[in-house]
T-cell receptor, first 108, second 117 residues
């Protein structure tokens, strides 16, 4: 089945810093989503982005489907950005496969 | 409609007991998914419903697991004869899809944390 690799696995930032999270996938995908799981476990959908670029406030995402990767940009990070960021893809079936996540800690 | 609701939030049960979890999706969403997440891992797909039809089940879903979505509304996930390895967070998500394709991303509930002792 499709493999989803996220990097880096762990990231520590000083508040105000910018960062880029990467998601590589091993096969063509129909859909790609980015999620943030907060320290209380709630998964929040950040972007539904099978291709192209989207922006939402300090966050933006770009998916280059032909090269099988997606990037999540976090600018001017805040302590509330801490948590785990997951990339999730599906290949046209009904199940979405999650990567192992990037664990982000933003220091005040 | 405030989102996807899951009940209970926490469940502690003795090994061998049966447990049932409930998920109420966003009312206009036609797809419903169950995932399981263990500590330090990403969510793993368990099963999926399009309206009331269960269209796919993971190999992770042994014979002790069963899921239903009567009338295409809420869904239940039952685990029979629980084992310690079933301890995990069980997540429900819903989405809206037309013409076989997602219109938007998934909305997840807060999950049910199961501890089998």
């Amino acid at each position: 089945g499709i493999q989803v690799e996220q990097s880096p696995p762990d990231l520590i930032l000083q508040e105000g810093a910018n960062s880029t999270l990467r998601c590589n996938f091993s096969d063509s995908v129909n859909n790609l989503q980015w999620f943030h799981q907060n320290p209380w476990g709630q998964l929040i959908n950040l972007f539904y982005i099978p291709s192209g670029t989207k922006q939402n406030g300090r966050l933006s995402a770009t998916t280059v489907a032909t090269e099988r990767y997606s990037l999540l940009y976090i600018s001017s990070s805040q302590t509330t950005d801490s948590g785990v960021y997951f990339c999730a893809v599906d290949t046209g079936g009904f199940k979405t496969i999650f990567g192992a996540g990037t664990r982000l800690f933003v220091k005040a | 409609d405030t989102g996807v609701s899951q009940d209970p939030r926490h469940k502690i049960t003795k090994r061998g007991q049966n447990v049932t979890f409930r998920c109420d999706p966003i009312s206009e969403h036609n797809r419903l998914y169950w995932y399981r997440q263990t500590l330090g891992q990403g969510p793993e797909f368990l099963t999926y419903f399009q309206n009331e039809a269960q269209l796919e089940k993971s190999r992770l879903l042994s014979d002790r697991f069963s899921a239903e979505r009567p009338k295409g509304s809420f869904s239940t996930l039952e685990i029979q004869r629980t084992e310690q390895g079933d301890s995990a967070m069980y997540l429900c998500a819903s989405s809206l899809a037309r013409a076989g394709r997602l219109n938007y991303g998934y909305t997840f509930g807060s999950g049910t944390r199961l501890t089998v002792v």
